[in-house]
């Protein structure tokens, strides 16, 4: 079993920078696939970045969002640029060692954080 425990999120104004963290525990993590989603209210759970032998970034933050892994720490980041208000969300990171990144936007995915809020003002 893989627990995840993200943080790192806050309220931010717009044009600002989060990085969240997803510390992983239980098992490494190191040759699993990472990724962040997100959901705003009233909106579907959507897939944000991943990381695994590849990155992958869902168009609305390409050149925004930057996702890393530190394996001696079993710990996955979401480094966030230039924050917009439409960035408002739950941020959840999300790991599984038999989905490949190009994937996992849209499998079902094994492992989950409870997620983290992030908040930006315009």
């Known amino acids: 079993q893989v627990q995840l425990v993200e943080s790192g999120g806050g309220l931010v104004q717009a044009g600002g920078s989060l990085r969240l963290s997803c510390a992983a525990s239980?098992?490494?993590?190191?040759?699993?696939?990472v990724g962040w989603f997100r959901q705003a209210p009233g909106k579907e759970r959507e897939f944000v970045a991943g990381?695994?032998?590849?990155?992958s970034y869902a168009d609305s933050v390409k050149g925004r969002f930057t996702i890393s892994r530190d394996n001696a720490k079993n710990t996955a980041y979401l480094r966030m640029n230039s924050l917009k208000p439409e960035d408002t969300a739950v941020y959840y990171c999300?790991?599984?060692?038999?989905?490949?990144?190009?994937?996992?936007?849209?499998?079902?995915?094994?492992?989950w954080g409870q997620g983290t809020q992030v908040t930006v003002s315009s």
């Open positions: 999300a790991a599984d060692d038999r989905v490949g990144v190009a994937n996992m936007p849209k499998a079902p995915l094994a492992y």
């Open positions: 239980g098992r490494t993590i190191r040759y699993y696939s």
């Open positions: 990381s695994g032998g590849t990155t």
